[in-house]
């Protein structure tokens, strides 16, 4: 069974700060990694994904995976209080239509 | 542009009271399906996915039961509810190939008592 941890659990941060998102899995067989944010009593929506080791960036957004560290971090530069919500890493595995999710990280971000 | 929809929004049910929550989506063919459960403060777990009509697989044991009776159909039910199964149930499409990308419906959330 996949295991994501996040962290950190929560964070604070004024509007216009440099926000990192950090995000361990376990099997280094995983497929793509995906960011989604989630508001409140919302369904997730997906913010950007990644599959080979390097980096992709998307407006203000950039994410870096490690898989031989079995790591991938979320940057997001010039945060906005629009980007408060909770933000949830998801490891796709290599069984069909899996989707292994982490507890998520509460950013909110101060005008 | 495609839709997701589940019903109903909210719901309050007894404990051992039956229960049938519905997602259908709209302006795709034979998508993927999923169900996932998510309690307060928890994880986003999946329950089951679908890849066509009458074709439902179990992923997680929570007493409850899956079906998709058409393309854009997908429902999810027991006959007893319990206190655990109080949370927020979110239904998502992707496609059959390509990125995989899992779209998610609005929710519904259920509260036992």
């Known amino acids: 069974q996949e295991k994501v941890q996040q962290s950190p659990e929560s964070l604070i941060v004024p509007e216009g700060a440099m926000v990192s998102l950090n995000c361990s899995f376990s099997d280094s067989a995983s497929q793509s990694i995906w960011w989604y944010q989630q508001h409140p009593g919302k369904g997730p929506k997906a913010l950007i994904s990644i599959f080979s080791n390097g980096n992709k960036k998307e407006g203000r957004l950039t994410v870096y995976l490690n898989r031989a560290s079995l790591h991938v971090s979320l940057h997001i530069k010039d945060s906005q209080p629009s980007d408060s919500a909770v933000y949830l890493c998801a490891v796709r595995g290599s069984a069909l239509g899996r989707l292994h999710f982490g507890a998520g990280t509460q950013l909110i971000v101060i005008p | 542009a495609q839709t997701i929809h589940q019903w109903p929004v909210a719901e309050i049910k007894a404990v051992g009271s039956p229960l049938s929550l519905g997602c259908t989506i709209k302006g795709k063919s034979s998508p993927n399906l999923y169900w996932y459960w998510q309690a307060t403060g928890g994880t986003l777990q999946q329950l089951f996915y679908s890849i066509t009509v009458g074709q439902v697989e179990s992923v997680v044991q929570l007493n409850l039961s899956a079906s998709r009776p058409k393309d854009d159909q997908f429902i999810l039910s027991t006959e007893k509810l319990l206190l655990s199964h109080s949370g927020f149930y979110l239904c998502?499409?992707?496609?059959?190939?390509?990125?995989?990308?899992?779209?998610f419906g609005p929710g519904t959330r259920l509260t036992v008592l």
């Open positions: 998502a499409w992707s496609l059959r190939t390509g990125v995989y990308e899992q779209y």
